[in-house]
């Protein structure tokens, strides 16, 4: 009898596992035109389709802007079924912060309909660069049926290659490219008239941040960088909304410069990481959200990369 129920609810699970997601993403209005949906600070499941990261749009006099395009199909096409709950005007735009999965799984659903897709122009090396392939080979494992034989890799329409400002759907867009930081092809975006700013992957809040092979140095330095734009309120790559910017760059800005202070001095000596990582009192972060999951890796990486400074 027990084992019957267990296979009822898998079934339910299985089957309408979009409708349990669909329901857990709620656009969060943050200025007049400008909205956002935020993604669980989780590491990407098949239980949460990937919906790890944020995106954002903004709905302009005659279209829609999207702020990247989630982490599967399926994440797109609910945000794309959540916008047209607001405006019958067409999704036009979607403008990248950078090419990282959670944030370009959902593009081809954006493709089909005909969306432009911008990003900073070194995003073309992560889309032809092996460890794009081993992702998305790995994603179609990890993450099925969400990511399948049928998710593909879409290069951007429009390549940006330097700091400029664009008219979209009736309104003016600010686009900084902002690495090599969190990665080669970071790009901020400002909207001056609604005075948001979506800062992609440069700002993490309420969660461990993803470093990986970034440049933690240029990272920092990239924060400091954002504090020249007039933002009211920041939308981050991963967690909750900001109506408070200089204030809440700080914790993305301090992990990192905690976490080159941990290793820097074990790095220039050739000190064992273990321990180095293990003299590190990380009492600060333990409690944060994925710090089990990624901390440790941060500090290597960091580590890793001091020595090739």
Excluded at 43 to 57: C, D, K, M, R, V
Excluded at 150 to 163: E, F, G, H, Q
Aim: aromatic share 10%; charged share 20%; proline share 4%.
């Amino acid at each position: 009898m027990l084992k019957n129920i267990i296979n009822l609810l898998f079934y339910f699970v299985c089957a309408f596992p979009v409708v349990a997601a669909a329901s857990e993403m709620q656009p969060i209005q943050v200025a007049r035109n400008s909205y956002y949906v935020q993604g669980a600070a989780e590491l990407g499941t098949t239980l949460n389709q990937n919906f790890i990261s944020n995106a954002g749009f903004v709905i302009g006099k005659q279209c829609v802007v999207v702020i990247d395009a989630l982490g599967s199909p399926a994440l797109a096409n609910q945000l794309i079924h959540e916008i047209k709950k607001l405006t019958d005007k067409p999704i036009a735009y979607v403008i990248l912060t950078h090419y990282h999965a959670d944030h370009i799984y959902g593009l081809q659903s954006f493709s089909a309909m005909g969306t432009t897709v911008l990003a900073q122009e070194l995003g073309r090396e992560y889309l032809t660069s092996d460890t794009a392939a081993q992702r998305l080979i790995a994603s179609r494992d990890e993450l099925s049926p969400w990511i399948d034989n049928n998710t593909r890799l879409i290069a951007a329409d429009t390549w940006i290659d330097k700091d400029e400002t664009i008219k979209l759907c009736g309104l003016s867009f600010e686009l900084m490219q902002v690495g090599p930081a969190h990665t080669p092809d970071d790009l901020a975006i400002f909207i001056p008239s609604e005075k948001v700013l979506f800062a992609g992957d440069l700002v993490f809040n309420g969660r461990i941040p993803f470093v990986g092979s970034a440049d933690s140095r240029g990272w920092i330095k990239s924060l400091n960088k954002l504090d020249s734009f007039d933002a009211d309120v920041i939308v981050p790559g991963h967690g909750l909304y900001s109506d408070h910017p200089k204030q809440d760059l700080i914790f993305t800005r301090e992990y990192l410069i905690f976490l080159r202070q941990a290793m820097q001095q074990a790095a220039i000596d050739l000190e064992d990481f273990d321990q180095a990582y293990l003299k590190t009192d990380w009492s600060l972060y333990k409690n944060i959200p994925l710090f089990n999951a990624a901390n440790r890796m941060n500090a290597y990486n960091v580590y890793l990369s001091i020595q090739n400074e």
